[in-house]
């Protein structure tokens, strides 16, 4: 056990969106994405995007809102975690993503706003970008959940999951791979390992009987090793984005240490009164943005917006 590590990171990277929409190259392997038939995506998504982080610095979460560049258009830039994560001893992992499209969202001048404004220290830059050149891909908190007290990395197979770079990134960084698969109801690989699970201070979030019935059991039991409640989530609520969840912690000047579960107004309506009050009871305050035209076009919800900044304790 690793319990002096946090779970909750008390920062955190948004970028937004300058040309957001519809990403034909990553819809092959997302089937949480319905193309856009109303226009009026940029505003919307840019709407939902500033009122997410509005939210957030409400509740006293910091945030370093680095703006997108227009020139290449990137229609996921909103999307950092799968690109970047910081550590908490320093170190920033940079990730192959498997859409040639998506791979101008990783920028260097994001990295150093981080550093600046936040105060992060860079100990060491992990590099695995490589892997793009042979078709290996891992994109970041989106492809591994991750259990910081316990050093686990919980990941499901998919295009955008490769075991080989998984592996590596476990021996680099310290954690223990528990990798996994898992389906929709039609079959289909589910793309990136956040939208069926999350992990906070004191729940697991996980939809169980998405994954695959030889794995289900001992994933599982390792949820449940970590002193968890362990909450169930379903095929629908999956779809809904019940899963794409994070809890942040912040610091209130009555109550001190705070923590924040950010969810989508989507997975809220999803979710039976019995077991949103579950997960309430887990966290000091749940907060709740609606995303629904970023959901829709993307296949992501509020999770994927926000790359976690650990920073120096």
């Not at 709407?47 to 997108?68: H, K, P, T």
């Not at 991750?146 to 998919?158: E, G, P, T």
């Not at 039991?221 to 379903?234: A, D, H, K, Q, W």
């Amino acid at each position: 056990m690793h319990s002096t590590a946090r779970q909750c990171a008390d920062a955190a990277l948004m970028v937004r969106p300058a040309r957001f929409g519809y990403n034909p190259d990553t819809a092959s392997t997302n089937a949480f994405q319905r193309p856009d038939r109303s226009g009026g995506a940029v505003a919307a998504g840019r709407a939902e995007f500033d009122g997410l982080a509005a939210a957030l610095a409400g509740e006293g979460v910091r945030l370093c809102i680095v703006d997108d560049t227009p020139d290449p258009p990137k229609p996921d830039a909103l999307f950092p975690n799968n690109w970047v994560s910081f550590h908490e001893d320093g170190t920033v992992v940079l990730y192959p993503l498997q859409a040639p499209s998506r791979r101008p969202e990783r920028r260097r001048d994001a990295v150093d706003a981080v550093i600046e404004r936040l105060g992060f220290k860079v100990s060491r830059v992990l590099d695995l970008t490589r892997h793009e050149r042979e078709g290996r891909y891992l994109e970041g908190t989106g492809s591994l959940v991750l259990d910081h007290r316990q050093r686990v990395a919980y990941a499901c197979r998919s295009p955008r999951t490769d075991e080989s770079v998984i592996a590596e990134w476990s021996r680099e960084v310290g954690y223990e791979p528990v990798i996994f698969d898992a389906a929709d109801p039609s079959g289909t690989p589910i793309y990136h390992t956040n939208v069926l699970m999350s992990l906070g201070e004191r729940a697991a979030v996980v939809g169980l009987e998405a994954i695959a019935e030889p794995d289900r059991g001992r994933v599982r039991e390792r949820l449940v090793s970590s002193g968890r409640e362990l909450i169930e989530i379903g095929a629908s609520d999956i779809e809904r984005f019940v899963g794409n969840v994070l809890e942040l912690a912040t610091y209130d000047e009555a109550l001190g240490e705070y923590r924040v579960l950010v969810m989508s107004a989507a997975a809220r309506h999803a979710l039976p009164d019995t077991s949103f009050a579950r997960i309430a009871a887990c966290t000091d305050e749940v907060l709740i943005a609606p995303v629904p035209t970023i959901e829709r076009l993307s296949g992501g919800s509020v999770r994927c917006m926000l790359a976690e900044v650990f920073l120096p304790a």
